[in-house]
T-cell receptor, first 111, second 114 residues
Framework: LAKTTQPISMDSYEGQEVNITCSHNNIATNDYITWYQQFPSQGPRFIIQGYKTKVTNEVASLFIPADRKSSTLSLPRVSLSDTAVYYCLVVKKSSGDKLTFGTGTRLAVRP | DTEVTQTPKHLVMGMTNKKSLKCEQHMGHRAMYWYKQKAKKPPELMFVYSYEKLSINESVPSRFSPECPNSSLLNLHLHALQPEDSALYLC?????????????FGQGTRLTVV
């Protein structure tokens, strides 16, 4: 399983763009990169998934360089409600595979 | 319906009690997961079921006993727990096949062992 490394915490202000980078040096060919958001006392919520290059959805963008050894989650114009823990996971396609959470990044958005 | 429903939301149990946590999904997902999460820590994988069969046990103590009676239900039976087992227990499900790896999580059961 590819181990992931993220910053422990980040601070931002409302309206700013936030970029959270995750390192996954031993990612395998059939691994996908996924990001989850978790609020206190709630289950994690899927944000975005990517394999290579750039993926964008209604809440975030995910940038993956050609070597796929890292990825960057970009949150445009954050608000106070984006204060949460963000987890980067490396996941195989197969259904019975582990979903292993790393330490995550605690994002604090200030007014 | 994209919900994973966990019951109860809160549970207080004594160290000699037997209780069960329940998880239900109707998305047709054939992979289901149990996680344990302590405060300010990431979710820690306990068990994985694939097509109603236990496929991964992360060396969880036998006082936790999972069960998957059908493709929609996942139970976690608890017996003789310790105070350090107090945590948020999360259930998740995920579809099989395809390239979508998205997992859906329930809101969790907050367990307190006294």
């Amino acid at each position: 399983l590819a181990k992931t490394t993220q910053p422990i915490s980040m601070d931002s202000y409302e309206g700013q763009e936030v970029n959270i980078t995750c390192s996954h040096n031993n990612i395998a060919t059939n691994d996908y990169i996924t990001w989850y958001q978790q609020f206190p006392s709630q289950g994690p919520r899927f944000i975005i998934q990517g394999y290579k290059t750039k993926v964008t959805n209604e809440v975030a963008s995910l940038f993956i360089p050609a070597d796929r050894k890292s990825s960057t989650l970009s949150l445009p114009r954050v608000s106070l409600s984006d204060t949460a823990v963000y987890y980067c996971l490396v996941v195989k396609k197969s259904s019975g595979d582990k979903l292993t959470f790393g330490t995550g990044t605690r994002l604090a958005v200030r007014p | 319906d994209t919900e994973v429903t966990q019951t109860p939301k809160h549970l207080v149990m004594g160290m000699t009690n037997k209780k069960s946590l329940k998880c239900e999904q109707h998305m047709g997902h054939r992979a289901m997961y149990w996680y344990k999460q302590k405060a300010k820590k990431p979710p820690e994988l306990m068990f994985v079921y694939s097509y109603e069969k236990l496929s991964i046990n992360e060396s969880v103590p036998s006082r936790f006993s999972p069960e998957c009676p059908n493709s929609s239900l996942l139970n976690l039976h608890l017996h003789a727990l310790q105070p350090e087992d107090s945590a948020l227990y999360l259930c998740a499900s995920r579809r099989t096949g395809g390239e979508n790896t998205e997992a859906f999580f329930g809101q969790g059961t907050r367990l307190t062992v006294v």
